[in-house]
């Protein structure tokens, strides 16, 4: 035989043995994975994406893991889902980590922070800026091991029933938003609250809360914000970025060989990039029909609003650096390398992008 053809004849065997490898261990030794989710079922864009990657696992492993999916309030509620992970009653969450700040304030950096990374920024630190290391230590104090899973981008600054001209408008506002963020208002005088999707619009349309925030027009459109809210800001100071995670219980994860942790991984890996580009495809439609067919008024905070957030910001973020040694330790890997990205952020993508809006006429 040719060495050219034994060569190929041997590469073609070898992918043949892989592949007839998971199906081999699906039928002798195949794993349930129960995964409990922050989201309702088939919720636009959230829950969707975690129903999403739920059933990819099982694909990917060809059936070595089985994943039995539980959307919020199936299971448990929404915001138990960390202590049902944690526990071991189930394997893994999907849902937003900053959610868990009461926690530790330090897991809202794994979600987003006011003023912080945007999403391509994020991914990097998490992958290649040791973010990745330093969430495993949080989360390994409390049992359990994250990944990134979905991502929405740059969120909307939120739907009010009133314009916000100032600071002061903010006083005695009632707002869903959780996270840092829900901190950053709070200083400047707002009653917030951190309320699961599935519950913001009952509490939106009997006055129980002024305004709120979710993501973008794409999500928001569906869950009918604009019915008691007609004024939607452009994007806000408190999710630069959004990842969502799916967190596992670790002793589970650590008893998986290394190829379910790998198909584990390309899985999330495979789906917080789906996310965030499904998230850009649709929002620039969806903010359409928010304005042309709802009649959605479209607003911005102004600059002296936005300095306002940032004096606020700096005083939350003192205090969660105060927390524990752990939380000063990722609050100041966070910036650090953040600071290292937005030089390059500001003289090559946003100096392009700006340029291209500009001679283009886009908005």
Same mark, same amino acid.
């Given at each position: 035989?040719?060495?050219?053809?034994?060569l190929?004849?041997?590469?073609?065997?070898?992918?043949?043995?892989?592949?007839?490898?998971?199906?081999?261990?699906?039928?002798?030794?195949?794993?349930?994975?129960?995964?409990?989710?922050?989201?309702?079922?088939?919720?636009? *864009?959230?829950?969707? /994406?975690?129903?999403r +990657? #739920? !059933?990819?696992?099982?694909?990917?492993?060809? =059936? $070595?893991?089985?994943?039995?999916?539980?959307?919020?309030?199936?299971?448990? *509620?929404?915001f138990? /889902?960390?202590?049902? +992970? #944690? !526990?071991?009653?189930?394997?893994?969450?999907? =849902? $937003?980590?900053?959610?868990?700040?009461?926690?530790?304030?330090?897991?809202?950096?794994?979600?987003?922070?006011?003023?912080?990374?945007?999403?391509?920024?994020?991914?990097?630190?998490?992958?290649?800026?040791?973010?990745?290391?330093?969430?495993?230590?949080?989360?390994?104090?409390?049992?359990?091991?994250?990944?990134?899973?979905?991502?929405?981008?740059?969120?909307?600054?939120?739907?009010?029933n009133?314009?916000?001209?100032?600071?002061?408008d903010?006083?005695?506002?009632?707002?869903?938003?959780?996270?840092?963020?829900?901190?950053?208002?709070?200083?400047?005088?707002?009653?917030?609250?951190?309320?699961p999707?599935?519950?913001?619009?009952?509490?939106?349309?009997?006055?129980?809360?002024?305004?709120?925030?979710?993501?973008?027009?794409?999500n928001?459109?569906?869950?009918?914000?604009?019915?008691?809210?007609?004024?939607?800001?452009?994007?806000?100071?408190?999710?630069?970025?959004?990842?969502?995670?799916?967190?596992?219980?670790?002793?589970?994860?650590?008893?998986?060989?290394?190829?379910e942790?790998?198909?584990?991984?390309?899985a999330?890996?495979?789906?917080?990039?789906a996310?965030?580009?499904?998230?850009?495809?649709?929002?620039?439609?969806?903010?359409?029909?928010?304005?042309?067919?709802?009649?959605?008024?479209?607003?911005?905070?102004?600059?002296?609003?936005?300095?306002?957030?940032?004096?606020?910001?700096?005083?939350?973020?003192?205090?969660?650096r105060?927390?524990?040694?752990?939380?000063?330790?990722?609050?100041?890997?966070?910036?650090?390398?953040?600071?290292?990205?937005?030089?390059?952020?500001?003289?090559?993508?946003?100096a392009f992008?700006?340029?291209?809006?500009?001679?283009?006429?886009?908005?």
């Open positions: 035989m040719e060495r050219r053809k034994f190929t004849s041997a590469a073609l065997a070898g992918i043949t043995g892989s592949a007839l490898a998971a199906p081999a261990i699906a039928q002798t030794n195949s794993k349930t994975m129960t995964i409990v989710s922050t989201w309702p079922r088939d919720f636009p *864009g959230l829950g969707t /994406s975690a129903q +990657v #739920a !059933a990819r696992i099982t694909e990917l492993t060809q =059936g $070595a893991i089985t994943t039995e999916y539980y959307a919020a309030g199936e299971r448990v *509620g929404a138990d /889902s960390f202590d049902e +992970v #944690a !526990a071991g009653n189930s394997q893994a969450y999907i =849902g $937003a980590d900053y959610y868990w700040v009461g926690k530790h304030p330090a897991f809202a950096f794994f979600t987003s922070v006011p003023f912080g990374m945007v999403q391509s920024e994020f991914n990097a630190w998490i992958k290649y800026g040791g973010g990745q290391a330093y969430w495993d230590k949080l989360s390994g104090e409390f049992g359990v091991k994250a990944l990134p899973c979905g991502a929405t981008g740059t969120q909307a600054g939120g739907w009010f009133k314009e916000i001209n100032s600071a002061d903010f006083k005695g506002l009632k707002m869903r938003i959780p996270g840092l963020g829900g901190n950053v208002l709070s200083k400047l005088g707002a009653s917030t609250v951190s309320l999707g599935g519950q913001i619009y009952e509490n939106l349309v009997s006055g129980s809360i002024d305004a709120t925030e979710w993501v973008g027009p794409y928001d459109y569906f869950l009918k914000f604009y019915e008691a809210a007609k004024y939607y800001y452009t994007g806000g100071m408190h999710e630069p970025s959004s990842t969502l995670a799916m967190g596992m219980n670790k002793a589970w994860w650590d008893g998986l060989s290394d190829w942790r790998a198909m584990i991984t390309a999330t890996n495979e789906e917080n990039a996310q965030y580009e499904e998230a850009i495809a649709m929002n620039g439609p969806y903010l359409k029909k928010l304005v042309e067919e709802l009649g959605v008024q479209v607003r911005s905070f102004n600059d002296d609003t936005w300095d306002a957030m940032y004096g606020a910001w700096e005083e939350v973020l003192a205090e969660v105060d927390h524990s040694a752990l939380a000063t330790e990722i609050a100041d890997n966070y910036a650090a390398k953040m600071t290292e990205m937005a030089t390059m952020m500001a003289n090559f993508e946003l992008v700006n340029q291209r809006n500009r001679v283009s006429g886009f908005a």
